[in-house]
Each structure stands twice: as structure tokens, then as C-alpha cells.
């Protein structure tokens, strides 16, 4: 009986999309979705970090948004696209869309979502969680992954708890380090992780290259706990370059580096100034 369970659940992701979705009408412009037989109890923000990867998007808006209709949330997707040439923010990406999020209503949470990363189970709930919740536990193509200590992938946050961590950082420039520094930061202010069962929140990923990685990472995270109060949301600095409302999706590029500064002597001083306290 339960293998039955598990088979119906099971979803069925389309990878060879190539073009802009022009499917499900019931979605409004700018990929806002309220169900019209009930009101939905949660309202969810659904925030995804871009630059350079146009097809997956397509794949990811083709499948996210059935997944999405049949858990009757009201929802809306944001992809915050960076401008420029530095290397990728994820986490200051995210930082920059929770502050803009606000300007289209009222959230009770955000989902943070990475654009290669698409569900395999319907049992995988996008409600509000009552806490910061892991919802990435096992990838479809990674053979033994290592979740302890990361909250990266998936993640959804409670809008006032997001806000009591101070976001995200915003010094992890390159690949690796942003999802741990929130899991410590999530620590530090003295919340629990709910993680979902590994049976239950499987994703598969799409192809993608290998980005750079942030060489200070480790230095930065041995830093989390003095840092995260003076870091993240509170010193946040970002420019809004455009906003397109398209039909399956908010579309909003960013600058994350207005001022152009150097990003490694800005990682350098942070470092620095946790030994000079």
C-alpha cells in the first residue's frame, strides 16, 4: 500500500522545454496564482537567484507552476537577476528580492529557490513552515549528499524570522558558503531547522556549469556568530535596474555592487575586523 503512495506522488519533470512557457492561463501577469474555489491559507513568496541561465528558467516556470496550483497556495515568483560582471551573490540576491517583494503585498513567507532545482514528490509542502525548514534533503543525481549543516537548495523562512536573522549575508561572492552562514545565523538567534524526510523531499537538478568558488568562505563562516547582527538585510546597498512583469514570472535585475567596490578587500575586512573587536 505504500509503495502505491509513493508512485502517485511522484512527479514527472519536463527538462526539454526551450522556449518561454505559454501554458496555464489561470496564472496572472507577472506569475501571481490564487486559487478561486477557496482562499489559501498561505501566502507565499517564491524568490529565485538568476543570471545566464535562460533555458533552465524556461524548464523551471514550465514545471514549478502545476507543482505549485495543486498545493491551492496563493503565490507569486520573483527571479532576481544580477547585473554586471562580479561573480555570483546568491545569498545577496535573495537579500535584494525579500526587500522588494514588499512593494506586491503582504508575504507570510519566502521560499528561497535555486533555478536548477525542480521537486520529484508532491508530498514536498511549499506552505508556510512554522519554522525555517530544509526542503532539499536528497538530489536525484548526487550520490551521498552532505545536508547537516547546509540550508542551501530549497528553503522556506517565515517573513519575521527571515528578518530576525538578518537575511542572508552578503560577502559570499562566488560558489559555496551563503546557505551554511544562514544555517548558523538561523542558530545563533536561537531557532530550530525542521528538515523533510529524505524519502519524501527528493529534486532532481538540471545540467549547469561548475561556478567559481568563494576562496574565503571558510574564513567568513568562522565569523557568522560576530558578524550576522551588523550584516545581511541592515547593510544591504543595491540598485533596481528594471522590473518586467511577464505572464509565468516577476522579473527583477539588480546590481548588487553599485558602489563598485572590490569585493575581496570588502571580504577582507570583514575578516579582519572579527579579530580587531
Given amino acids: 500500500m505504500l509503495d502505491i503512495g509513493i508512485r502517485l506522488s511522484e512527479i514527472f519533470v519536463n527538462k526539454t522545454i526551450t522556449k518561454y512557457p505559454e501554458e496555464y492561463p489561470e496564472v496572472s501577469t507577472g506569475g501571481y496564482y490564487r486559487p478561486k474555489n477557496c482562499k489559501s491559507r498561505h501566502k507565499v513568496a517564491v524568490l529565485v537567484p538568476y543570471r545566464d541561465r535562460k533555458k533552465d528558467l524556461f524548464v523551471y516556470l514550465h514545471n514549478i507552476h502545476p507543482f505549485l496550483i495543486r498545493q491551492k497556495l496563493e503565490y507569486r515568483i520573483?527571479?532576481?537577476?544580477?547585473?554586471?560582471?562580479?561573480?555570483f551573490n546568491r545569498g545577496k540576491l535573495f537579500n535584494a528580492g525579500f526587500v522588494e517583494i514588499k512593494k506586491y503585498g503582504?508575504?507570510?513567507?519566502?521560499?528561497?529557490?535555486?533555478?536548477?532545482?525542480?521537486?520529484?514528490?508532491?508530498?514536498?509542502?511549499?506552505?508556510?513552515?512554522?519554522?525555517?525548514k530544509h526542503m532539499c534533503a536528497t538530489v536525484a543525481e548526487v550520490k551521498k549528499p552532505k545536508?547537516?549543516?547546509?540550508?542551501?537548495?530549497?528553503?522556506?523562512?517565515?517573513?519575521?524570522?527571515?528578518?530576525?536573522?538578518?537575511?542572508y549575508s552578503n560577502l559570499y561572492w562566488g560558489w559555496g558558503g551563503e546557505d551554511n552562514d544562514l544555517f548558523w545565523r538561523i542558530r545563533?538567534?536561537?531557532?530550530?531547522?525542521?528538515?523533510?524526510?529524505?524519502?519524501?523531499?527528493?529534486?532532481?537538478?538540471?545540467k549547469h556549469s561548475v561556478q567559481s568558488p568563494n576562496r574565503l568562505r571558510f574564513a567568513l563562516l568562522s565569523?557568522?556568530?560576530?558578524?550576522?547582527?551588523?550584516?545581511?538585510?541592515?547593510?544591504?546597498?543595491?540598485?533596481?535596474?528594471s522590473v518586467t512583469e511577464q505572464h509565468l514570472h516577476t522579473h527583477i535585475?539588480?546590481?548588487?555592487?553599485?558602489?563598485?567596490?572590490?569585493?575581496?578587500?570588502?571580504?577582507?575586512?570583514?575578516?579582519?575586523?572579527?579579530?580587531?573587536e
Fill in 253 to 276: 535585475i539588480v546590481d548588487i555592487n553599485p558602489g563598485k567596490e572590490n569585493t575581496t578587500k570588502l571580504i577582507s575586512q570583514w575578516i579582519k575586523s572579527r579579530y580587531l
Fill in 147 to 167: 545536508f547537516r549543516s547546509l540550508f542551501g537548495g530549497v528553503s522556506s523562512m517565515d517573513v519575521q524570522q527571515f528578518q530576525q536573522v538578518n537575511g
Fill in 106 to 132: 503582504i508575504w507570510r513567507c519566502v521560499i528561497f529557490h535555486d533555478v536548477d532545482l525542480l521537486p520529484l514528490d508532491d508530498r514536498i509542502l511549499y506552505s508556510c513552515p512554522t519554522w525555517p
Fill in 223 to 241: 565569523s557568522t556568530y560576530q558578524r550576522y547582527k551588523r550584516e545581511g538585510i541592515s547593510n544591504l546597498k543595491y540598485k533596481v535596474e
Fill in 78 to 87: 520573483f527571479v532576481i537577476e544580477q547585473k554586471g560582471t562580479d561573480v
Fill in 188 to 206: 545563533a538567534a536561537g531557532l530550530p531547522i525542521v528538515r523533510n524526510r529524505k524519502d519524501i523531499a527528493r529534486y532532481t537538478t538540471l
